[in-house]
């Protein structure tokens, strides 16, 4: 018999995940054990936040700490996985700030709420972690189930549950395929540890290669479903649309977040340690799956009046622009292998080039973050209740004459679709230079000159909104819903970091470099 | 195909077992004997005469009752290894139990506050 000796020491590494879960208890209890006479449900967002807070201080110290195994190989506690925490907790505040507000004015504030979000959170946390595909799929049902019953939160009307329905079977099916795919990958190497995986899968490509590449493919896929990419995106707008704004907020920042995440750790060491001839074919798959991602969704986005799909859809522009930093970060710059090969200039410097492109995946992370949460918070501040026709309740033309109206949130939401655009002085604009930057340094420079033409179209219905808020005069008889204090600090928040990290992003790139450390063997 | 090979056994299993339920059921409609009454085309109820449809909808109560009783068996499956290795798992392993059970009991009281116990409201 082995039986493995853990100790309480043991789960130090996992200490933000474990103070996200204890705050999601605290706040069921607290719930149902209120009385019923004196209820004021206003201390749980604030308890919300405050376990957030803590669990990013936390996971924000791990990232100082150096990488190791934890949980006998099945985790992993690296920098990386700290900076994505923090990330995560940065996205849960300004998610819960947002819902405040948001679940106030449709009298639906309840304290399950705010413990599936730290649920979903607490399963982001640990997904960044997972090292080994049972726990990984576990922590990513984690992390969908809470998020499911989020997004179908608002269960009057049919597009809450539609929503739901279509979040929960999509999701059921690609978290289906994804163990698929593990499965596969465990007949033909014989481990689901990740770190082993690495080293049995030269062997497993020559003896099995129709197994291994259906498996890679299918893990892939799975995940692609988290991601949004194209072509395994349809269910984003529906889903964004019909969940409560905060939820989708979440959902566009955190589990696309920690998705990119296991992506990268997972498909890393196909690319490190099949040699060069697979590196490339990893990196035309993830470059053509980035081309028709960025492509597809700003083209869609386009004709969207409806401000909710069109940041769906940009959502999905998104995770484009992100997959070819994963593209760039499969290339190997090394010198005459192949056409990838045109940069001599990091010749040799492989590690280092890896790390910069680490580093540029987790800026824009960072930045899509902010501005997500951002842009979908002056969304909820500004949305009225759901009883309104379908279509109308975030149509262009609520925002029509917003600078008069509400100055406030017209300059936030003119800075978040500036900085989703990617224009300067926003933190989008440097994201955008960061991840184009690395996928030039990887030789990919096809992809990057695609990805500027098609941002650049992006900026056209980014650029609508802004005009809709301050060149159009209001209509008659448009009301907005009352100002909560808790919107209007998230949007704060929100528009001071998009602007500050775009006009002094050292500070917080540095800090990123330093934690763009995976572990490996 | 080598790493398939240990699990050779279960495929005859798999093999034997579709081949006796197809045998069975075809043994059974080619030679028994039908003979048929109103009685027997009647809904099959273990014995009793059945009343009214059984096309109804049913509380959603009842399966809140059935997942919390999942959830239980669960823990009770988990709770076998670790008793088995009680001793091996010394302290450490009886507070990671209590903390376990700790978090289902959380959840059940969190169902009774709720009333999603109560089956009659």
Same mark, same amino acid.
């Given at each position: 018999?082995?039986?493995?000796? @853990? ?19 605290? &706040? ?20 919300? +936040?405050? *376990? ?63 413990? !599936? ?14 090292? %080994?595909?049972?726990? !990984?799929?576990?922590?990513? %049902? ?41 499965? +596969? ?55 964004? %649309? ?27 060491? *196909? #690319? ?6 697979? #590196?490339? &074919? ?19 986005? +386009? ?34 292998? /192949?056409? @990838? ?23 824009? !992370? ?41 100055? /406030? ?113 | ?34 003979? *048929? ?85």
């Amino acid at each position: 018999m082995n039986i493995p000796s @853990l100790t309480f020491l043991d789960f130090q590494p996992v200490l933000p995940a474990l103070l996200l879960a204890v705050g999601g208890i605290v &706040l069921l209890l607290t719930e149902v054990f209120q009385s019923a006479a004196t209820i004021n449900r206003a201390y749980q967002s604030m308890v919300a +936040l405050a *376990f957030s807070a803590v669990a990013g201080a936390v996971a924000a110290a791990t990232t100082l700490e150096p990488a190791r195994e934890v949980f006998l190989g099945f985790g992993v506690s690296d920098p990386f996985s700290g900076a994505v925490t923090v990330l995560v907790c940065v996205g849960l505040g300004l998610s819960v700030l947002v819902s405040a507000g948001f679940l106030r004015h449709r009298n639906a504030e309840r304290g399950e709420f705010y413990a !599936l979000l730290l649920f979903a959170g607490a399963g982001m946390s640990l997904l960044a972690m997972s090292n %080994e595909f049972i726990t !990984l799929f576990i922590n990513l %049902e984690v992390m969908s189930v809470s998020t499911y019953a989020l997004s179908a939160w608002l269960r009057r009307g049919t597009r809450p549950s539609e929503a739901g329905f279509k979040y929960f079977i999509l999701g059921a099916f690609s978290a289906a395929i994804l163990v698929y795919g593990a499965s +596969l990958l465990y007949g033909a190497t014989g481990t689901t540890k990740l770190s082993e995986l690495a080293g049995l899968l030269p062997a497993a490509v020559a003896s099995n290669p129709g197994l291994t590449y259906l498996g890679a493919g299918l893990v892939a896929v799975g995940l692609a479903f988290k991601v949004a990419a194209v072509p395994f995106h349809m269910w984003t707008p529906d889903v964004y %649309e019909g969940a409560p704004t905060p939820v989708s907020a979440l959902m566009s920042a955190g589990v696309k977040a920690t998705a990119f995440a296991s992506l990268v750790r997972v498909f890393l060491p *196909f #690319a490190q340690d099949l040699g060069p001839n697979h #590196a490339q &074919l990893m990196t035309y798959a993830f470059a053509a799956l980035a081309l028709l991602t960025m492509v597809v969704g700003n083209l869609m986005a +386009l004709p969207q009046r409806n401000v909710k799909r069109m940041l769906a859809y940009s959502s999905v522009a998104h995770a484009g622009y992100l997959l070819l930093g994963v593209a760039a970060l499969f290339a190997r710059p090394t010198g005459g292998e /192949g056409p @990838l090969a045109v940069t001599p200039l990091l010749a040799g410097a492989e590690g280092a080039a890896r790390q910069q492109t680490l580093q540029a995946i987790l800026f824009y !992370l960072l930045a899509y973050t902010v501005t997500s949460l951002g842009s979908f918070g002056a969304l909820a501040a500004l949305e009225r209740r759901e009883d309104e026709p379908r279509g109308t309740a975030w149509d262009l033309e609520k925002f029509a004459g917003l600078s008069q109206r509400k100055p /406030g949130w017209a300059l936030a939401m003119a800075a978040m679709m500036l900085s989703l655009g990617g224009i300067p002085p926003t933190v989008g604009f440097m994201g955008k230079l960061f991840i184009f930057r690395a996928a030039v340094d990887a030789g990919l420079v096809w992809l990057a000159v695609a990805g500027v033409l098609a941002s650049a179209a992006g900026v056209y219905y980014y650029l609508r909104v802004v005009v809709y808020m301050y060149m159009r005069p209001s209509q008659d008889g448009v009301t907005v819903p009352e100002r909560q204090w808790t919107t209007e600090l998230a949007l704060v928040l929100s528009t001071a970091a998009v602007v500050l990290l775009g006009v002094a992003p050292g500070t917080l790139s540095a800090w990123l470099g330093k934690a763009s450390v995976l572990f490996s063997q | 195909m080598t790493p398939l090979a240990p699990y050779l056994p279960i495929a005859a299993v798999l093999g034997v077992a579709g081949v006796l339920a197809v045998a069975i059921s075809a043994i059974a409609t080619f030679l028994g004997p039908k003979r *048929f009454d109103p009685v027997k085309f009647d809904t099959f109820e273990c014995g009793n005469e059945p009343i009214g449809s059984a096309r109804q909808r049913f509380a959603v109560k009842f399966y809140v009752v059935a997942l919390l009783f999942i959830v239980f068996d669960v823990e009770a499956v988990f709770l076998y290894p670790w008793a088995v290795n009680f001793k091996a798992l010394g302290w450490f392993g009886y507070m990671e139990m209590v903390v376990f059970a700790a978090t289902v009991v959380v959840g059940l009281i969190y169902v009774w506050k709720k009333g999603a116990l109560e089956l009659e409201s």
